[in-house]
């Protein structure tokens, strides 16, 4: 079964300050050496993104930046074949995104 692992830092600083690159490449190494990632990315900074919105009238509005309520930064994503949600679970949790302030969501990939 497929889930994927959005990982969220508290603030794109607390990140960085709570989990040392090390630990992500020794991580990366891991899980990428169990062959059970199908997809996997780090998103660019924060600062790069751009927000739209399509209101009732069907009009489109573009803004740079992400949502000003969001405190949680989606930081990048694993998608992983598993035999089921506890191994996903545990994936999870020998994430370095999933530390201090940080946290990894575990959602099923919708079957077509």
Do not use: H
Request: overall charge negative.
């Amino acid at each position: 079964m497929k889930y994927m692992l959005l990982i969220q830092a508290g603030s794109a600083e607390a990140n960085e300050a709570e989990c040392d690159y090390s630990a992500w490449q020794d991580f990366d190494k891991e899980i990428q050496g169990s062959g059970v990632v199908v997809s996997s990315e780090r998103l660019a900074d924060l600062v790069t993104t751009t927000t739209v919105r399509v209101g009732e009238n069907g009009k489109k509005a573009v803004t740079d930046g992400p949502f000003a309520e969001t405190r949680e930064v989606l930081g990048g994503f694993y998608v992983v074949d598993v035999p089921d949600l506890d191994t996903a679970l545990d994936w999870a949790a020998k994430c370095p995104g999933s530390r201090g302030s940080g946290a990894v969501e575990v959602r099923p990939v919708a079957e077509s």
